[in-house]
């Protein structure tokens, strides 16, 4: 974090002369890649609406880690999203409802459960108010490193699996007939969604996180000519909007996460334009 410092020192940046704005800066620069990549894959397997209803669980288990007494519930957010996502797959390899059907079942019982955990006994919603705004200032240096670490394995799963994952969402059974373990990696992709939303939910918020993950895709879509520039244009387009959201916020006072949805909305309308007027 040293170097870090060091290196923000020598940026003639207003907002950096506070620790807590680097370390922000830092965060996003880390969780940026993480929404890019993993939003081509989400976009991809038509599984939008999942990384919603996995915010929703990830809330439900830091209400229960809450109500447990654990001093970091974020841990029991991280199992209790990954418990949902193993459940989710299970259950959706073993039904024939439509997968937009199933999300929406998991994620109305997810919300459900959440409200009735954090009010049980009477207890008060509002000191769960920053998981829904979500506040980036107040990362800490351990959030940092587990982003970081976080980070390095969806790249390796991304190396691993992402052409995988792309033949399986465009025909799932010519990848079952070339050999490819469909089942695994569907599971290992809604577990590393799962961590993902999990430890972004402090930090950005619920009630936009969806957003992080389905626009910088969405975006990619309209001006990529192939593949490659698919994924290069998310995970740009994704710091883009992270570096600018931040400095937004702080000359406007305003919520981070909320300015950084508010541009890749603004680049998905300008994207969407350009591929008219190319087209």
């Not at 974020?74 to 418990?83: C, D, P, Q, R, T």
């Not at 975006?219 to 490659?228: G, I, Y």
């Not at 883009?240 to 702080?250: E, K, R």
């Given at each position: 974090m040293s170097i870090w410092y060091t290196l923000c020192e020598l940026l003639p940046w207003e907002m950096l002369q506070?620790?807590?704005?680097?370390?922000?800066?830092l965060a996003l620069l880390l969780m940026a890649p993480l929404f890019g990549?993993?939003?081509t894959m989400i976009v991809t397997g038509r599984m939008s609406?999942?990384?919603d209803a996995l915010g929703h669980s990830a809330f439900t288990g830091i209400a229960?880690?809450?109500i447990l007494g654990l001093t970091a519930p974020?841990?029991?957010?991280?199992?209790?999203?990954?418990?949902f996502a193993l459940l989710f797959s299970w259950v959706r390899s073993r039904s024939n409802q439509a997968a937009d059907t199933l999300i929406g079942v998991f994620s109305s019982t997810a919300v459900a459960l959440g409200i009735f955990v954090a009010t049980l006994g009477g207890g008060s919603f509002t000191k769960y108010n920053k998981y829904l705004i979500g506040d980036i200032l107040s990362v800490t240096r351990s959030e940092i490193g587990m982003l970081a670490l976080v980070l390095l394995g969806i790249l390796v799963f991304w190396v691993l699996f992402s052409n995988r994952l792309s033949l399986m969402a465009i025909h799932p059974q010519l990848a079952s007939s070339r050999g490819f373990p469909v089942g695994l990696s569907q599971t290992l992709f809604t577990a590393a969604i799962a961590v993902v939303v999990t430890l972004s939910i402090s930090s950005v918020g619920l009630l936009i996180l969806n957003s992080l993950l389905v626009l910088?895709?969405?975006?990619?879509?309209?001006?990529?000519?192939?593949?490659?520039e698919y994924h290069l244009f998310s995970v740009v387009f994704a710091l883009?909007?992270?570096?600018?959201?931040?400095?937004?916020?702080?000359y406007l006072g305003s919520s981070a996460g909320a300015a950084i949805s508010l541009l890749l909305a603004?680049?998905?309308g300008i994207t969407f334009a350009f591929r008219k007027v190319r087209g």
């Open positions: 506070w620790d807590f704005m680097k370390n922000a800066l990549i993993l939003s609406f999942f990384s229960i880690g809450s974020l841990w029991a957010a991280v199992g209790f999203s990954i418990l910088p895709a969405a975006s990619a879509r309209n001006v990529a000519r192939n593949l490659r883009i909007a992270g570096v600018g959201g931040l400095t937004v916020s702080y603004l680049v998905f």
